[in-house]
């Protein structure tokens, strides 16, 4: 588990730095007024944000998933292995339903930290600014709505994370072994990359209509009178004023970033977990260097199982 939580750790910060700026791309799309749109599309909104607020504007927000992410990657990544290790068997079923377990879990850390990332990544710039930080963004909600305002937009997101969770560590055992996956492959690195990367576009497209709500929920009452009485007239709202397409609005970016972010989350805690283990206890317990060590078939392919 420990070693779980460091690699998830590194996995985490690696995936955060490369992923944050499209993640602000998407929030702006997502729940940008439709009779008076801002941008244009994933490029404009890029562009836009970088004339308007340089490239830090692009990072706003960095703080919540850089600590958030170093947590819940560590969640994530123990929680998944110690759960495959529990069911007992590899298969593909468990695969789902451990990936899955961490999603739902994660949610705990996942759900403020997103609230505070979407409220940062919206308020206008400058001292009229509402909050500070991240910290200060759920201080001030925690001391206006309590704990209920803390943990806005929580089954949003438990629907969101749980069935995606499940596809993402689905997918990526899947293509770690068909792509045959194995320490000493001088390939390794780009295959991990691939899988990763595949897994987290998977996961995005699973469960995105359920993202675009989250994100409305969880901004709702920044500018203004509060819109949505829940989840369902949110989605009834939604569909009135703008038809199915509103629940793609920002996909483009985050499919860009799901890849990059993945690809380096998977890769990084992989590759940690692979090496920093470096022995294989051999038949009789006596160590083995890991290069010669012969895999268990698919034991790469789960960073948990490592
Ligand atoms: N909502 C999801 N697709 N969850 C699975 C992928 C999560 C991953 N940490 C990312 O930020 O891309």
Same mark, same amino acid.
């Given at each position: 588990?420990?070693?779980?939580?460091?690699?998830?750790?590194?996995?985490?910060?690696?995936?955060?730095?490369?992923?944050?700026?499209?993640?602000?791309?998407?929030?702006?799309?997502?729940?940008?007024?439709?009779?008076?749109?801002?941008?244009?599309?994933?490029?404009?909104?890029?562009?836009?944000?970088?004339?308007?607020?340089?490239?830090?504007?692009?990072?706003?927000?960095?703080?919540?998933?850089?600590?958030?992410?170093?947590? *819940?990657?560590?969640?994530?990544?123990?929680?998944?292995?110690?759960?495959?290790?529990?069911?007992?068997?590899?298969?593909?079923?468990?695969?789902?339903?451990?990936?899955?377990?961490?999603?739902? *879990?994660?949610?705990? *850390?996942?759900?403020?930290?997103?609230?505070?990332?979407?409220?940062?990544?919206?308020?206008?710039?400058?001292?009229?600014?509402?909050?500070?930080?991240?910290?200060?963004?759920?201080?001030?909600?925690?001391?206006?709505?309590?704990?209920?305002?803390?943990?806005?937009?929580?089954?949003?997101?438990?629907?969101?994370?749980?069935?995606?969770?499940?596809?993402?560590?689905?997918?990526?055992?899947?293509?770690?072994?068909?792509?045959?996956?194995?320490?000493?492959?001088?390939?390794?690195?780009?295959?991990?990359?691939?899988?990763?990367?595949?897994?987290?576009?998977?996961?995005?497209?699973?469960?995105?209509?359920?993202?675009?709500?989250?994100?409305?929920?969880?901004?709702?009452?920044?500018?203004?009178?509060?819109?949505?009485?829940? *989840?369902?007239?949110?989605?009834?709202?939604?569909?009135?004023?703008?038809?199915?397409?509103?629940?793609?609005?920002?996909?483009?970016?985050?499919?860009?970033?799901?890849?990059?972010?993945?690809?380096?989350?998977?890769?990084?805690?992989?590759?940690?977990?692979?090496?920093?283990?470096?022995?294989?206890?051999?038949?009789?317990?006596?160590?083995?260097?890991?290069?010669?060590?012969?895999?268990?078939?698919?034991?790469?392919?789960?960073?948990?199982?490592?």
């Amino acid at each position: 588990m420990a070693l779980d939580f460091l690699a998830g750790c590194a996995g985490g910060v690696a995936g955060v730095l490369v992923g944050h700026p499209f993640d602000t791309v998407k929030v702006r799309l997502q729940v940008q007024s439709v009779e008076k749109p801002q941008y244009r599309g994933t490029l404009h909104c890029f562009k836009s944000i970088i004339k308007q607020e340089s490239v830090l504007g692009l990072y706003k927000g960095l703080g919540s998933p850089l600590m958030g992410l170093t947590f *819940i990657n560590a969640l994530v990544f123990g929680v998944q292995g110690n759960t495959l290790r529990a069911l007992g068997h590899d298969s593909p079923l468990n695969q789902f339903l451990a990936g899955a377990a961490a999603g739902a *879990i994660q949610c705990v *850390i996942c759900c403020p930290m997103e609230l505070a990332k979407t409220r940062l990544q919206l308020q206008d710039a400058g001292p009229a600014r509402t909050y500070k930080g991240s910290l200060d963004c759920l201080v001030q909600i925690y001391g206006h709505e309590g704990l209920r305002g803390v943990n806005r937009g929580m089954v949003s997101t438990l629907l969101r994370e749980t069935p995606s969770f499940g596809v993402y560590f689905l997918t990526y055992d899947a293509l770690t072994r068909a792509l045959g996956c194995e320490p000493g492959d001088r390939l390794l690195v780009p295959k991990l990359l691939l899988a990763g990367g595949t897994s987290g576009i998977m996961s995005w497209l699973s469960t995105y209509p359920v993202d675009v709500v989250k994100s409305r929920l969880q901004a709702d009452g920044l500018r203004g009178a509060p819109r949505y009485r829940g *989840i369902l007239d949110c989605v009834r709202q939604s569909y009135r004023a703008e038809g199915w397409r509103v629940f793609t609005r920002g996909l483009a970016s985050t499919l860009l970033r799901a890849f990059p972010v993945n690809a380096a989350t998977f890769a990084t805690v992989t590759v940690v977990l692979t090496y920093a283990r470096g022995e294989e206890a051999g038949p009789e317990g006596e160590a083995v260097p890991a290069a010669s060590a012969a895999p268990a078939g698919p034991a790469l392919a789960q960073p948990s199982s490592l």
